[in-house]
């Protein structure tokens, strides 16, 4: 038992930035995250004696947080966004933070499940990761992109 928990222990410190960069994907609200990371580590300990090492720890753990962030997002009925009274409006921001947060909230218009296949791409992942991930073939994953790449152009057309 206590071998478990060490081997547990040990992929949650090697992987809490990428789990933690999964959430951040589906949520910008602080506390939302919070939260999204810790059902991914209950999800995680909850199948871990089902992970029998077919695939990598890296693709099982993407691939755990990706459903429970898909599984929330599903499960979330109204979108709020959480009002910031510190904001101000009359920062300027130089244009390549523009073009990034820009980028951003086009991808957070994407569905769930094209926006986990780029967050993926954007962590440098192959067409094999991703899919493994996510569950569908390298050949679809590259379908899918030029298709959500088209998608994103057609955001940015519309503004």
Do not use: H
């Amino acid at each position: 038992m206590e071998n478990k928990e060490k081997r547990f222990e040990q992929i949650v410190t090697e992987t809490k930035s990428m789990i933690y960069t999964v959430c951040y994907m589906f949520s910008k609200d602080q506390q939302e995250v919070e939260d999204l990371f810790q059902q991914s580590l209950i999800n995680m300990w909850n199948g871990f004696d089902g992970f029998q090492d077919k695939s990598s720890v890296k693709t099982w753990v993407y691939r755990v947080s990706l459903n429970t962030c898909i599984s929330w997002d599903r499960k979330k009925k109204v979108k709020t966004e959480p009002l910031d009274m510190n904001m101000n409006l009359f920062t300027d921001q130089d244009e390549d933070t523009k073009q990034i947060n820009m980028l951003y909230k086009r991808i957070n218009q994407l569905g769930p499940f094209d926006r986990a296949i780029v967050l993926l791409w954007l962590e440098n992942m192959s067409y094999q990761e991703i899919g493994d991930i996510v569950g569908i073939s390298a050949k679809n994953v590259s379908v899918r992109l030029v298709r959500i790449r088209e998608e994103l152009k057609k955001m940015s057309n519309n503004k």
